[in-house]
């Protein structure tokens, strides 16, 4: 875009967690394909974030731009109050047979935050005939769910700066994150404090709500399964509801179609968003099963009360179906698990440096911790002047791969990251 309109994004348009009169650098995209984005200068830079953790199999894809261009001609949006369309029903057929266990019902919503609200209000309204005072949350440490209102609310208040609302948020409850790691043997002890919050306040609990395995913004952390296992069962015992965020998680991420299946389990309601459409647009869901579903139609307000304009949109339900025959064609879990096996053998390495606390890899996700938070911008640019795409915060400089990465797109990933912690950039 011309010099003029460059300024007026720089002096008018909001950047996601920014400032307007400090604001951070950008760069302009004007196209891309495969795993690469393209810069207005012509450079052309191996993404290491699937924009978000969205585009997973890449961008420009074919099945997908067919797929919208086909909708397109048909109807690309038509309100869902009493109209029905084959994309919505399809894509929720496919999400029900894809989902674990008994999830048979699904409201589709248009972000991932929105899909949490809804899963919350699935909870509340669930109990709230039944035990009126079972009207809070339990949620985890380093936990993230989204950025409003009810989605803060359930996310870590000390991690994440939602602590600015804290006089406007519904008051939940909140236990450590999981101290066991994924790959640690299993420690009962860390299972305690859920026990504990559980059987003290249990009456006033809805739902425990978490990102199974993985937390994602929150810290990319990896927790053990069992800990999802004993969540599962203490839920069922005292009368609390499960609620899964797999936004992050969903579609192959962590090297399971769903993060919950590490464990097995299935939860009462599981959120859905992200990579749904490819990245394509947004979309999300909230699932549940027969029994919450049934807990709100049949209790006394008879309805869910939630329908957003864009619920199902026919384009981003279009190309969720694409999205998802793509990656289901496909081998996705060899893919991932080959990922992973690559990160592994180029990411591991770092750990050797003095500025790295700890290095670790799950599916697609690889995670370098460094030891002092970083500087965003000036980590920024040397990875942009390195030909790569990462967009660290915090003291965590991660990437999570489209699937369609390739082994040399890895390694000079890692060659990237390795650069900034050799020059101390960080
Ligand atoms: N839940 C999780 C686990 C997430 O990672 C995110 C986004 N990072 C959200 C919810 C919110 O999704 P959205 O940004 O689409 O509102």
Redesign the pocket.
């Known amino acids: 875009m011309n010099s003029e309109l460059t300024q007026f994004d720089l002096e008018h348009v909001w950047h996601p967690y920014t400032s307007l009169t400090k604001p951070l650098p950008t760069y302009e995209v004007v196209s891309a394909h495969d795993n690469y984005l393209v810069l207005d200068d012509g450079r052309e830079l191996i993404d290491g974030m699937s924009s ?1 953790w969205a585009c997973i199999h890449g961008y420009n894809v074919k099945e997908l731009n067919d797929a919208v261009t086909e909708q397109i001609g048909k109807v690309s949006h038509v309100m869902f109050g009493g109209i029905r369309h084959e994309s919505a029903a399809r894509l929720a057929k496919k999400l029900v047979e894809l989902a674990p266990g008994d999830l048979d019902y699904v409201f589709f919503a248009d ?4 899909a ?1 609200e809804v899963a919350l209000k699935m909870a509340l309204q669930y109990f709230s005939d039944k035990v009126k005072t079972k009207t809070k949350f339990l949620a985890l440490g380093g936990g ?4 409003t209102f009810g ?1 803060m609310s359930v996310t870590d208040p000390e991690g994440s700066m939602h602590s600015i609302y804290r006089d406007f948020l519904s008051k939940n409850y909140f236990i450590s994150r999981p101290s066991c790691r994924f790959d640690e043997p299993w420690n009962p002890d860390s299972a305690d404090e859920l026990f504990n919050v559980l059987s003290e306040h249990h009456e006033e609990i809805a739902a425990v709500v978490l ?1 199974p395995v993985v937390q ?2 929150g810290g990319m952390y990896f927790y053990h399964p069992e800990f999802l296992r004993r969540v599962r069962a203490y839920c069922s015992y005292f009368n609390v509801l499960l609620i899964a ?1 797999e ?2 998680t969903g579609f192959g991420r962590t090297g399971k179609l769903f993060a919950c299946s590490w464990a097995g389990i299935t939860p009462d309601i599981m ?1 859905v ?2 990579a749904i459409t490819g990245g394509y647009m ?1 979309l ?1 869901a909230a699932l549940c099963n027969e029994k919450v579903m049934k807990g709100i139609c049949e209790g006394s307000a008879g309805v869910l009360m939630h329908g957003p304009t864009f619920m199902a949109n026919p384009l981003a339900t279009r190309v969720a179906c694409a999205s998802l025959d793509l990656l289901l064609s496909g081998n996705w879990r060899e893919t991932v698990n080959h990922l992973e096996i690559r990160l592994k053998e180029y990411f591991l390495p770092l750990a050797a440096y003095e500025n790295v606390e700890e290095v670790r890899v799950l599916g697609s996700i690889g995670v370098v911790q460094t030891r002092k938070p970083v500087n965003m911008a000036v980590l920024q640019k040397a990875f942009v002047e390195q030909g790569v795409w990462i967009r660290p915060f915090g003291r965590l400089i991660y990437v999570m791969l489209p699937y369609v990465t390739k082994d040399e797109h890895i390694r000079k990933l890692a060659e990237a990251v390795e650069y900034v912690l050799k020059n101390n950039l960080v």
């Open positions: 978000w972000s991932g935050s929105v949490v993230y769910h989204g950025d989605a990102e994602g913004a965020d936004i992050a959120t968003g992200k947004t999300s």
